[in-house]
């Protein structure tokens, strides 16, 4: 028998948000020890977030942020239990499709050194230098869509 498929969905009624915040609290502040109060910003106001649940279980988060060169892919994070099953692939193919929907043509991300090869291997190219955000090094990645 095979796995369940992840309930991805854009994140609209206040249940999601918090769900989808819940995940990025527990990955980011929780086993990363990024402060919480630079894990929340002013933009996630203004971002579209995802969600995604297996089983039920909120599991996966996302959000997209447009400015005027672009989409930005951010804040994606997915629980330990859940790595390594294409949830996070799923969640960045969201992203991207909602950034097309929103005729956007170029996606960008700061990511963490460690997931570059994640996001080389979906065909994103780092430029940039190498930088410290909350103690961590990212690097700039972009995609043309």
């Known amino acids: 028998m095979s796995a369940p498929s992840p309930d991805l969905r ?44 297996l089983g039920g279980v909120a599991v996966g988060a996302a959000r997209l942020l447009a400015d005027h060169d ?32 929103r005729a956007l043509t170029s996606v960008r991300l700061h990511s963490q050194i460690q997931a570059e090869p994640f996001y080389r291997a979906l065909g994103y190219t780092p430029y940039g230098e190498i930088e410290l955000e909350a103690g961590i090094e990212h690097i700039w990645m972009s995609k043309i869509l």
Do not use: C, N, W
Request: proline fraction near 3%; avoid cysteine; hydrophobic fraction near 55%.
């Open 10 to 53: 854009l994140a609209v009624s206040p249940e999601d948000l918090a769900a989808a915040m819940s995940v990025r609290i527990e990955v980011f502040v929780g086993e990363q020890g990024v402060p919480e109060d630079l894990e929340r910003d002013a933009s996630d106001a203004s971002a579209d977030h995802f969600v995604a649940y």
């Open 70 to 101: 672009g989409a930005i892919l951010g804040r994606l994070a997915v629980l330990k239990a859940a790595r390594g099953t294409g949830l996070g692939a799923a969640l960045v193919r969201a992203v991207e499709a909602r950034a097309a929907e």
